[in-house]
């Protein structure tokens, strides 16, 4: 008898840890805050739901997106009532019958689908905003028109709850500081006055200063060059794209890194060729380097 219920035993015990990891994946959290806010002016009840709103992102694949969708939510019922995605009636049904779960169910499959259509035509993100009002003919009508468009109202109510977000998805690498010092192109070196090109643009911001991934993607390099861009990482993300970080104090992350938008890389500093605390940002594109400055609307940034 003995010999019959060890191996039951042990069988038991196998599948109530596979249980167990199984309802870990299913019920994840969303991924900590990096000490700063991506969404700005959402209510607490929006704020409330971020873990559900994460556990279907991620069901959905868009987890990367979860800051859009929490600001769409704060557009349309503020986190309030039951129906807080504004499903119901887009279904068929009478106003405001969804529950909370199904309505964050629905809308975040109804964001993963326009989102996904949206890559397939060429749309960018505010289109994919507004189609979520509009309904996803919306985005078939901007790629008809050769992205040519009126205006967006329900896109600009969105984004104005979302923080250094452009119109090209990516986040600014330094939330609260957007000072330039110096930009993409031809200058004086500022150590060796040589003129030469300079491969992206100059953040100034204070030591320690949280730099963020602008996109989420997987870290590439991570090293320390003395002479040249001191603590440097580089992220690789989808459709040939990579963005460089450099002169910072501390690198947080390691090659091979999983890195989400808005999450913490490295902190500002001053290492390698530099005259003062600040993040040299570049941006390449299928292997060369382009203006970062092009992919951010001038009121998220200032030049000195």
Known sequence: MKLIMLPLIFLLALLIIIAAIAMAFVTGQPPPDPGFSVGVN??????????????YARYFSVEDYIWYILAIMQVESGGRGEDVMQRSESLGLPPNSLTKDESIRQGVQHFSQLLGHAERLGADMDTVLQAYRYGVTFIDYVAEHDGQYIAMPFARLVRSHLVGIGSSGFLWPTPRHNLVTSLFGNRRHPITGVNRMHG??????????PIVAVASGVVTFVGYERSGFGNWIIIDHQNGFQTWYAHNARNLVRVGDRVLQGQQIATVGSTGASTGPHVHFEVWQDGARVDPLQFFPESMFRIR
Do not use: R, W
């Open 200 to 209: 992206g643009i100059d953040i100034a911001a204070p030591f320690g200063t």
């Open 42 to 55: 959402l209510s607490d009840e929006v704020l409330a739901l971020k873990p559900l709103v994460f556990h």
